[in-house]
């Protein structure tokens, strides 16, 4: 069954470094999602990105983030520049289509700023 | 931002019990879908729901969308051990507009721990 993955699934990093987070989406699916979930609180919705651009955005989603599709299958959620409370999982999800908005997760990727 | 208020927070039940768990907001919704979420791993879908009334069932889950668009709950019926996770509602708000033609991101409710004692 065709699933997302995400790489890496532990990111230790220092305040002020950058991290690029990876995102391999189901392979038909053409709408992409960053939600990230700090430890014991509910999924927090990020950014969407369609047809290369991105759709939407929640204000958790400033200047220090940014999403790229740099091929055919990767999904990418960098963050410029760490801070403690950007410590968190980070979700990648797809959908297939609009009025089908059934969002499938990947595993995650346990983001520590130190 | 759109709130959904889940409950209960927790449950602790004993196998072979039947869970009830709802979300309800003060705003209408187009789009109801059920998670589960086990310790350290992403959501998994289980159920979605697209139009008001809609009942929805999943082996022993069974999830409607309210009539008026502003609720949802989930039933598991004859719950066994691999039922414990954390069960969360998400919802799509009918106020979101899709700009640039793409679909919008989900609200999620706080969740509901759903513990089960042998």
């Known amino acids: 069954e065709p699933e997302v993955t995400q790489t890496p699934s532990h990111q230790v990093t220092q305040m002020g470094q950058e991290v690029i987070l990876r995102c391999v989406p189901i392979s038909n699916h053409l709408y992409f999602y960053w939600y990230r979930q700090i430890l014991g609180q509910k999924v927090e919705f990020l950014v969407s990105?369609?047809?290369?651009?991105?759709?939407?955005k929640s204000e958790i989603f400033d200047d220090q983030f940014s999403v790229e599709r740099p091929d055919g299958s990767n999904f990418t959620l960098k963050i410029r520049s760490t801070k403690l409370e950007d410590s968190a999982m980070y979700f990648c999800?797809?959908?297939?289509?609009?009025?089908?908005?059934?969002?499938?997760f990947g595993p995650g990727t346990r983001l520590t700023v130190l | 931002g759109q709130q959904l208020n889940q409950s209960p927070q927790s449950m602790f039940i004993q196998e072979g019990e039947d869970v009830s768990m709802n979300c309800t907001s003060s705003?209408?919704?187009?789009?109801w879908l059920w998670y589960k979420q086990d310790p350290g791993e992403g959501p998994v879908l289980l159920i979605a729901?697209?139009?008001?009334?809609e009942l929805t069932s999943n082996g022993r889950l069974t999830a409607q969308f309210g009539i008026t668009r502003k609720d949802s709950f989930l039933n598991i019926s004859a719950s066994i051990p691999s039922d414990v996770g954390i069960y969360f509602c998400?919802?799509?708000?009918?106020?979101?507009?899709?700009?640039?033609?793409?679909?919008?991101?989900?609200?999620f409710g706080k969740g509901t721990h759903l513990i089960i004692q042998p």
């Open positions: 705003s209408i919704f187009n789009t």
């Open positions: 999800a797809s959908s297939e289509g609009l009025a089908i908005n059934e969002q499938f």
């Open positions: 998400a919802g799509q708000p009918e106020l979101l507009k899709y700009s640039g033609g793409g679909a919008d991101g989900l609200t």
């Open positions: 729901l697209y139009k008001a009334g």
């Open positions: 990105f369609y047809n290369n651009e991105i759709s939407e």
